[in-house]
T-cell receptor, first 111, second 118 residues
Framework: DAKTTQPNSMESNEEEPVHLPCNHS???????IHWYRQLPSQGPEYVIH???SNVNNRMASLAIAEDRKSSTLILHRATLRDAAVYYC????????????FGTGTRLKVLA | DSGVTQTPKHLITATGQRVTLRCSPR?????VYWYQQSLDQGLQFLIQ???????AKGNILERFSAQQFPDLHSELNLSSLELGDSALYFC?????????????????FGPGTRLTVL
């Protein structure tokens, strides 16, 4: 199974953009990259997902390297509510359909 | 509120016992997923069902089993419980079964069932 690696923690100032990195050097051609986040004492919630770069939604953007071995979740303007653990996840969408979770990055947003 | 319900919220039991966790997906969702979150292992995908059939299998132990019923609710059965099975168990649901960019594959998580094995 492919594996994801994320920094344990990051800090950001409120109202500034946040770039959360994820390495997945063993990604296969059939893996999609997903991001979920988990706010304190809650279940995870979906952020974004895609196979290639330039995926955007109201919450974030997903930038994927050309070789797909790394990706970056971009929060456009951090708010205090964005303080959470962010998980970078790979999912094989053609064969096993398994989800492989990273250890997550704890994002702290400073007021 | 995600619309996914899980019962019970808390469960305390002894080693060697068997428990059943229940999940009701959001109305209209056909997929149900089960996850385990523990302090030492983090968040792990266990299994996915789509419209009653097993769709994907993760790191689910042989002592654990799941099923999805015709009304689409799902149950996760944990047997011969060990101390290491103590964890938060999440259920999630989605409309689709995954594999595309469609928003139908966005998962909505329930509040979880906290299992404590003594």
């Amino acid at each position: 199974d492919a594996k994801t690696t994320q920094p344990n923690s990051m800090e950001s100032n409120e109202e500034e953009p946040v770039h959360l990195p994820c390495n997945h050097s063993t990604i296969s051609g059939t893996d999609y990259i997903h991001w979920y986040r988990q706010l304190p004492s809650q279940g995870p919630e979906y952020v974004i997902h895609g196979p290639t770069s330039n995926v955007n939604n109201r919450m974030a953007s997903l930038a994927i390297a050309e070789d797909r071995k790394s990706s970056t979740l971009i929060l456009h303007r951090a708010t205090l509510r964005d303080a959470a653990v962010y998980y970078c996840i790979l999912r094989d969408v053609r064969r096993t359909y398994k989800y492989i979770f990273g250890t997550g990055t704890r994002l702290k947003v400073l007021a | 509120d995600s619309g996914v319900t899980q019962t019970p919220k808390h469960l305390i039991t002894a080693t060697g016992q068997r428990v059943t966790l229940r999940c009701s997906p959001r109305s209209g969702d056909l997929s149900v997923y089960w996850y385990q979150q523990s302090l030492d292992q983090g968040l792990q995908f266990l299994i996915q069902y789509y419209n009653g059939e097993e769709r994907a299998k993760g790191n689910i132990l042989e002592r654990f089993s799941a099923q999805q019923f015709p009304d689409l609710h799902s149950e996760l059965n944990l047997s011969s419980l060990e101390l290491g099975d103590s964890a938060l168990y999440f259920c999630a649901s989605s409309v689709g079964q995954g594999g595309s960019l469609s928003s139908y594959n966005e998962q909505f998580f329930g509040p979880g069932t906290r299992l404590t094995v003594l």
